[in-house]
Every structure is written in C-alpha cells, then in structure tokens.
Antibody, heavy 119, light 107 residues
Framework: EVQLVESGGGLVQPGGSLRLSCAAS????????MTWVRQAPGKGLEWVSV????????YYADSLKGRFTISRDNSKNTLHLQMNSLRVEDTAVYYC????????????WGQGTLVTVSS | DIQMTQSPSSLSASVGDRVTISCRAS??????LNWYQQKPGKAPKLLIY???SLQSGVPSRFSGSGSGTDFTLTISSLQPEDFATYYC?????????FGQGTRLEIK
C-alpha cells in the first residue's frame, strides 16, 4: 500500500524558512515523479513543484519566484521542499503526491502538513 | 501558463440526480486532463485521468469526456458520499494547473 507522510509544517514568521519532508513507502520511490501541491485555507489547489524520479528534471510554479527548492533522497525514500523568504500568502496545507507517467495524474496523496506564516 | 476554468463554481443537487461539471482550458491540452474529488479536511482523490479513464476503485457512476479545450465530469446518479469539491487539472504543460474547483452541495 502506498503511503505518503508529510512533516515539517508549523508556524514561521514572514521572511523565515521551513523545510518540509514527505516519507514514502509501499512503492519503488525512485521510479516516480513526485509533486508538491498546496491549498490555502478555504481556497483551491495550487501546484507548487515536481521532481522526476531521478531528480534530474525539476519544475516550479512561476509564482514561487525561486524561493522554494524541491529535492529528493531516493536512498531514504524521502521528498523535501525547502521554503525560504516565506510570505503570509504561503500559508497553506502542503501535500506531497505520487505522479504517474504519461498523464501525470496524481495517484496518491499524503495527508498534508500545515504551514502558517504569521508574525 | 494554461488556465483552467470550471463551471459552475458551486452546484446544489439531490441524491439520485445526474450532475455535470465543466472544465475549459485556455488552449488545447489534447486529453491531458485529470479530475479529483476532495472532501473537507481530506487530501484530494484521483477520479478520472486522461480525460475519460476511470481510476481503479472509483465507482462507475463517475465518467469523464472531452478533448482539446472542453471537458466534462459526469456523475450519473448522485450518492450521499459524492457531495464534495471537484477539481480538474491539466498535465499537458510541465507547469501543471488546476481549475478553481466546483463545490457540490446537497439540495
């Protein structure tokens, strides 16, 4: 059974940094693209970033303007999202998701971790 | 970026009704369109991929259609557990985008 468990969320001041992690199990982690999606309180889903199975292809939403960095450690079956220069508008639940090839459908999702940016 | 527009934004319906949700892309995306269901406090769940392929384990009352720029999610006979928010998502571009969501409420 696929399991994705996010961690690392919490309260941070504007301008601060946070590193999210997503622990994966139940599948061959290094063979799949992994994606971060966020959802601000009461709002819709917003795609954040994707990293290929081998980590050689990475894409970000234009709105992030270089503040976030996605990475993965296939030896530890773990996905990360380093978030710097955080803004109030980054407040959201952050989900990691496993993507499937060809149609990039997000087949499995974690339960999410809440990031709150506030002074 | 490819913009995805869903309609309606909200919808009231009764158990047993047939419901249709539309999703329009700002440019042609072929069949690179996926649908998700999200219930309050829960992660999204994949329903339909490649515009019309039913994800394993999803009830057959859910179906998807369309290609190019116009897509539809249909629920043939609403069940109580179907009241949720539905999102379309394009994967034609490497910069994935979601629709704004359609909230399906009980009438």
């Amino acid at each position: 059974e696929v399991q994705l468990v996010e961690s690392g969320g919490g309260l941070v001041q504007p301008g601060g940094s946070l590193r999210l992690s997503c622990a994966a199990s139940g599948f061959r982690f290094g063979s799949y693209d992994m994606t971060w999606v966020r959802q601000a309180p009461g709002k819709g889903l917003e795609w954040v970033s994707v990293i290929s199975g081998g980590g050689d292809r990475i894409y970000y939403a234009d709105s992030l303007k270089g503040r976030f960095t996605i990475s993965r450690d296939n030896s530890k079956n773990t996905l990360h999202l380093q978030m710097n220069s955080l803004r109030v508008e980054d407040t959201a639940v952050y989900y990691c998701a496993k993507g499937l090839p060809q149609f990039a459908q997000l087949e499995s999702w974690g339960q999410g971790t809440l990031v709150t940016v506030s002074s | 970026d490819i913009q995805m527009t869903q309609s309606p934004s909200s919808l009231s319906a009764s158990v047993g009704d047939r419901v249709t949700i539309s999703c329009r892309a700002s440019q042609s995306i072929s069949s690179y369109l996926n649908w998700y269901q999200q219930k309050p406090g829960k992660a999204p769940k994949l329903l339909i991929y490649a515009a019309s392929s039913l994800q394993s384990g999803v009830p057959s009352r859910f179906s998807g259609s369309g290609s190019g720029t116009d897509f539809t999610l249909t629920i043939s006979s609403l069940q109580p557990e179907d009241f949720a928010t539905y999102y379309c998502q394009q994967s034609y571009s490497t910069l994935i985008t979601f629709g704004q969501g359609t909230r399906l409420e009980i009438k």
